[in-house]
C-alpha cells in the first residue's frame, strides 16, 4: 500500500520525536570514534532492550507501508528559503500521489507525465518516493536522470538530504552513491 493516512495529516507524529530522542540517547552512549557508522549502528541496535528493538521494527514496518507516514515523520527536504523542514505535500504534489496511488491500486505500472508549469514540487515528490523505495523496499536500485548537469545535482541531493537525515537505526547501508 502506497498511502493509508488522510492526505490533510502532513506533520510528525509526537511519537516519533519522542522516540528519535530517545534512541538517539543510545547512539550518543554506544558511539566509537573509531569504529565507522555501520559498526556503531550495529552496536547501537545491540544494546537495544525488546521494547526498544520493538519500536524500532514497528517503525521500519510502518515507513514500508506508507509512504506518507514515511516521509511527514522522516524525510527531510530544504526549502526555497534554505530551511531544512519535514516533508509536507503541496496540493500539487498530493494530485501527484493520488494518481500514482490510483495506477497502483488498479496494478499499473505507475508511470505518470507530467506536463506543468515549474515550481509545482513535483520533482521532490517523485525523489521522495525514489527514496521511500530504495530505502524501505530490497533489491532496489535508483537512477536519477535530468535534462541537465545542475538539475541532475539538484534531484540528486533532494534524494542524498533524505537519506543522510534519517535517524541512524532506519538509514539502511548505502553501497554507494555517486553523481556522474
Not at 506508507?66 to 519535514?86: E, M, V
Not at 505518470?112 to 530505502?135: D, F
Request: glycine share 6%; proline share 3%.
Amino acid at each position: 500500500m502506497l498511502v493509508k493516512t488522510a492526505p490533510f495529516k502532513w506533520s510528525r507524529d509526537p511519537e516519533v520525536s519522542d522516540l528519535i530522542k530517545h534512541l538517539d540517547n543510545t547512539w550518543d552512549n554506544c558511539y566509537d570514534s573509531r569504529l565507522g557508522f555501520e559498526e556503531n549502528k550495529a552496536r547501537a541496535l545491540s544494546s537495544l532492550g525488546k521494547g526498544e528493538a520493538r519500536a524500532v521494527e514497528k517503525e521500519f514496518v510502518l515507513c514500508r507501508e506508507d509512504f506518507s507516514y514515511a516521509a511527514r515523520n522522516y524525510f527531510w527536504i530544504t526549502d526555497k528559503q534554505r530551511r531544512d523542514i519535514l516533508f509536507k505535500l503541496w496540493p500539487s504534489q498530493e494530485l501527484i500521489l493520488e494518481k500514482i496511488m490510483e495506477l497502483k491500486a488498479k496494478g499499473l505500472s505507475q508511470k505518470v507525465l507530467i506536463v506543468k508549469a515549474r515550481q509545482l514540487g513535483c520533482s521532490t515528490v517523485i525523489e521522495g518516493l525514489g527514496a521511500w523505495r530504495t530505502i524501505f523496499f530490497t533489491n532496489v536500485n535508483g537512477l536519477i536522470i535530468s535534462h541537465d548537469l545542475d538539475h541532475g545535482s539538484y534531484l540528486f541531493g533532494i534524494l542524498q538530504k533524505i537519506y543522510d537525515s534519517l535517524p541512524w537505526w532506519l538509514k539502511p547501508q548505502c553501497a554507494s552513491r555517486e553523481f556522474k
